[in-house]
């Protein structure tokens, strides 16, 4: 238990299809990020958040669109995906976007495009 | 550009001892991150260093050298459970993360 939780675990569909992912964080942290990983490459950061405001957007395509509420919570609204936005998709959070606070993952999204 | 290179993948016996590298070029340096990903599961942060030396946590430590450019992970005792993928990410002088591929860690009885 990392006290990030994300939903779904596993998400298959269709490159018309629209989804969104979830992700809940219960660290009283500031900080939340959404990440792509694909096999055999680096992280890929995608988003950040501090204080609900988002501070990094990392040249993500607009089909890839987040939210954040609150603190707490972030979201990653997909629409129209392409086959190779098949990966996992992290979310993490930390204290502040300091980089050397360490970061808390959640276990991810193993998302699939058909 | 930035880069952090660290083996693709490493095979160790149960019990030994295993050091994977990783070796950095970055714009700057604020820290080095490890974290530990077995397989479907999130990343676990396992050490920061930001002074050159050796830091112990149990069975695991982690050293860096700062003028090299290099950290390693030690894993002593091996057990069947540190199969897993070992990430390394620096802190760069923007304070943002850089990570590494990975290394995946295949331990065999």
């Known amino acids: 238990e990392t006290g990030v939780t994300q939903t779904p675990r596993h998400l298959v569909m269709g490159m018309t299809n629209k989804k969104s992912l979830k992700c809940e964080q219960h660290?009283?942290?500031?900080?939340m990020y959404w990440y792509k990983q694909s096999a055999k490459k680096p992280l890929e950061l995608m988003f950040v958040y501090n204080f609900k405001e988002q501070t990094e957007n990392n040249s993500v395509p607009s089909r890839f669109s987040p939210e954040c509420p609150n603190s707490s919570h972030l979201f990653l609204h997909l629409h129209t995906l392409q086959p190779e936005d098949s990966a996992l998709y992290l979310c993490a959070s930390s204290q502040d976007q300091q980089g050397n606070q360490p970061q808390h993952f959640g276990d991810g999204t193993r998302l699939s495009i058909l | 550009g930035q880069n952090i290179d660290q083996p693709t993948e490493m095979t160790a016996t149960e019990g030994a001892i295993v050091q994977i590298n990783c070796t950095y070029q970055?714009?700057?340096?604020?820290?080095l991150f490890w974290y530990q990903q077995h397989a479907g599961e999130a990343p676990t942060f396992l050490s920061y260093?930001?002074l050159d030396g050796l830091e112990e946590k149990g069975r695991f430590s982690s050293f860096l050298s700062r003028s090299k450019g290099y950290s390693y992970l030690l894993l002593k005792e091996l057990q069947m459970k540190d199969s897993a993928s070992y990430l390394c990410?620096?802190?760069?002088?923007?304070?943002?993360?850089?990570w590494g591929a990975g290394t995946k860690l295949i331990i065999k009885p």
């Open positions: 990410a620096v802190v760069d002088s923007n304070y943002q993360l850089i």
């Open positions: 970055t714009s700057g340096f604020n820290g």
């Open positions: 660290l009283g942290h500031n900080a």
């Open positions: 260093n930001v």
